[in-house]
T-cell receptor, first 116, second 112 residues
């Protein structure tokens, strides 16, 4: 069975500092991997995803994530935090399959706070 | 293009009452999903639909039912609401050939 673990339910950084949000997964087959962001009182918005190919994936708003199969990790990073990055971030995994419905398994989420 | 719309935005409901949460998408996606979001648990899948006319159970289906009469609409019904169904409910959709799911703005439901 697939599962997702996000280390740290709350992360706090200073504006301009590095953002690192950790995500580890377990999966019996190579999965698709996602990061979603949720701003207050809004739905989830896709930040980036990994399906196949290059393991370093670039997303919106300057975020990127690297798929490391040997570590079963897909950590999210941003070199310099901005106040507008304050939100909740969810890592998710899905079995790699073509067509049909793709079940997403979500982590519990990490709330990012950015301080001046 | 609206994407996915959900109604109502929020609702307070007495226990035992029946409630239907509405979800409509205009992207012509084949697959649709209902999730509930609870603090510390992330999002959990309630029901899904691969295509119009078919539905399936997700991780937490008990107490909920869905229907998919057409491509655009995917209502979620609570036949007899209980306080443990207090949550934020998100509808999502995806194209059958892709893995990315697109989410609606959510419905905040409180069952007293």
């Amino acid at each position: 069975a697939q599962s997702v673990t996000q280390l740290g339910s709350h992360v706090s950084v200073s504006e301009g500092a590095l953002v690192l949000l950790r995500c580890n997964y377990s999966s019996s087959v190579p999965p698709y991997l996602f990061w979603y962001v949720q701003y207050p009182n809004q739905g989830l918005q896709l930040l980036l995803k990994y399906t196949t190919g290059a393991t370093l994936v670039k997303g919106i708003n300057g975020f990127e994530a690297e798929f490391k199969k040997s570590e079963t990790s897909f950590h999210l990073t941003k070199p310099s935090a901005h106040m507008s990055d304050a939100a909740e971030y969810f890592c998710a995994v899905s079995p790699a399959r073509a067509g049909g419905y793709n079940k997403l398994i979500f982590g519990a989420g990490t709330r990012l706070a950015v301080h001046p | 293009i609206a994407g996915i719309t959900q109604a109502p935005t929020s609702q307070i409901l007495a226990a035992g009452r029946r409630m239907t949460l509405r979800c409509t998408q205009d992207m012509r996606h084949n697959a649709m999903y209902w999730y509930r979001q609870d603090l510390g648990l992330g999002l959990r899948l309630i029901h899904y639909s691969n295509t119009a006319g078919t539905t399936g159970k997700g991780e937490v289906p008990d107490g909920y039912s869905v229907s998919r009469a057409n491509t655009d609409d995917f209502p979620l019904t609570l036949a007899s609401a209980v306080p443990s169904q207090t949550s934020v409910y998100f509808c999502a959709s995806s194209d059958s050939g892709a893995s990315t799911q697109y989410f609606g703005p959510g419905t905040r439901l409180t069952v007293l």
